[in-house]
């Protein structure tokens, strides 16, 4: 159970367009989903915090402009990389968690899609 | 500035063996700590958890134990098997009001188990 289905997994685009990556929760309603970028090496960034039907929260430095989040039901949320540039090119995952009730942990574990590999030429 | 830091970028055992793959963090606030196993190409899964009232936790051939005054946790994997390789992510949050602040990952231990 749990699975998060991300989409698409591999994805080409010309700098200055712009790409949109899909994120569902496939047998769970997911209260909040969270968004990665994950450079070579590096330890997994987290971009943003969407909660369904409300305006995700960015972390400091990510531009909300850039990277659009909409998090329109309880099982999708989606990330569009708009007019994309080379730096941009990156391993992108999104990931989501549900209640699991008024004690901690309050949240299940996040489980991850497989994440969206975004190049950008 | 990490807060959580996984200094053992890779780590090779035999088959058979123990792993153990070290995690330290610096942020006094975290309280419920995780680890995940990411293969390539795919999202890391979750492995196991602990939260700060406790010191160990065990399921199957995973254990994490916890070490608060010295902010320092570990996940032992006995006996390590071929499959078990893998990159090995610890993260941390802090459980507030009704729910958990975003994980913290560190930059993952990449495990070879050697046949």
């Known amino acids: 159970g749990a699975v998060v289905s991300q989409h698409p997994s591999r994805v080409i685009c010309k700098s200055g367009t712009s790409v949109k990556i899909e994120c569902r929760s496939l047998?769970?309603?997911?209260?909040?989903m969270f968004w990665y970028r994950q450079f070579p090496k590096q330890s997994l960034m987290l971009m943003a915090t969407?909660?369904?039907?409300?305006?995700?929260?960015?972390e400091q430095g990510v531009e909300k402009d850039k990277f659009l989040i909409n998090h329109a039901s309880l099982t999708l949320s989606t990330l569009t990389v708009t007019s994309a540039h080379p730096e941009d090119s990156s391993f992108y995952i999104c990931?989501?968690?549900?209640?699991?009730?008024?004690?901690?942990?309050?949240?299940?574990?996040?489980?991850f899609g497989n994440g969206t590999r975004l190049t950008v030429t | 500035d990490q807060q959580v830091k996984q200094n053992s970028p890779s780590l090779s055992v035999q088959e058979g063996r123990i792993s153990i793959l070290n995690c330290d963090y610096t942020?006094?606030?975290?309280?419920?700590f995780l680890w995940y196993k990411k293969y390539p190409a795919e999202g890391p899964t979750f492995l196991i958890s602990?939260?700060?009232?406790?010191d160990k936790n065990e399921d199957g051939r995973f254990t994490v134990f916890l070490n608060k005054s010295a902010k320092h946790l570990s996940l032992h994997i006995v006996p390590s098997q071929p499959g078990d390789s893998a990159v090995y992510f610890c993260?941390?949050?802090?459980?507030?009001?009704?729910?958990?602040?975003?994980?913290?990952f560190g930059k993952g231990t990449r495990l070879s188990v050697i046949a």
């Open positions: 990931s989501a968690s549900y209640a699991v009730g008024q004690l901690p942990p309050y949240n299940s574990p996040l489980h």
């Open positions: 047998d769970f309603q997911a209260t909040t």
């Open positions: 969407s909660n369904e039907g409300s305006k995700a929260t960015y």
């Open positions: 942020n006094s606030m975290f309280d419920y």
């Open positions: 602990i939260s700060s009232i406790k």
């Open positions: 993260a941390a949050s802090v459980q507030e009001g009704s729910g958990n602040t975003p994980l913290v």
